[in-house]
């Protein structure tokens, strides 16, 4: 009986204690290498709204796939911050090395000047698949001054080189990888925007 009680107790004192717990882990997104700085002449001051995300994303823990309709996460391995606003810091961070420009901001922070452009992302997808290959899918879309619309709705779809799915290092670093991918995209967006509007007539801007 004595023996019971004592297994018992250090039991309930395990649980107190989280003796046998996995430690809990915290991760960041990365933002891209300053060396891969672009070379644009005109230093653009973008602003972007904040980042939506599907509900099943807006939780700490990091997710990931098992199927087409099944995800999973592990309680030990957590964001070091909201996803959407990691998403936009690193965005922030990799469209000011790509435009080459400090004039890139996160709204809803205030800056002296308003932007010359908006953008606006709308995360569709932003996990390791189930194959192990980080996937990305976003609609996103570029607004000039008083609401003049650059391009309509932008579907981009991305994926990334497979990777081991138990290693969280190697899922967050694949997620930024690919991330730093979809930023290019924008980035070549915002360049080609700005060489068209610097060629229309006055009339049209």
Known sequence: MWFGLLLLLAGCASM?????????R???????AEHKRGNVPHKVRLALEPVELPDYLTRPQIVYRQGDHRLAM????LW????DA???????????????????????VKRTQPPEMRLWVRMLRFEVDAGGRASLAARWKLQGR???EFMNAALT?????????RDKDAQVAALSSILEEFCRQVAARVVRNMGESRRAPPGDR
Do not use: F
């Not at 107190?16 to 809990?24: A, D, H, L, M």
């Open 26 to 32: 915290y991760y960041l997104l990365s933002s891209m």
């Open 146 to 148: 008083e609401g003049q």
């Open 86 to 108: 990691g998403l936009a810091r690193v965005m922030v961070d990799n469209l000011s090395i790509l435009l080459d420009s400090d004039q890139i901001w996160s709204l809803p």
């Open 16 to 24: 107190v204690t989280g003796e046998g717990s996995p430690p809990t």
């Open 80 to 83: 070091a911050e909201t996803l």
């Open 74 to 77: 592990e309680e030990s391995d």
């Open 157 to 165: 779809e991305l994926q990334g080189h497979q990777i081991d799915v």
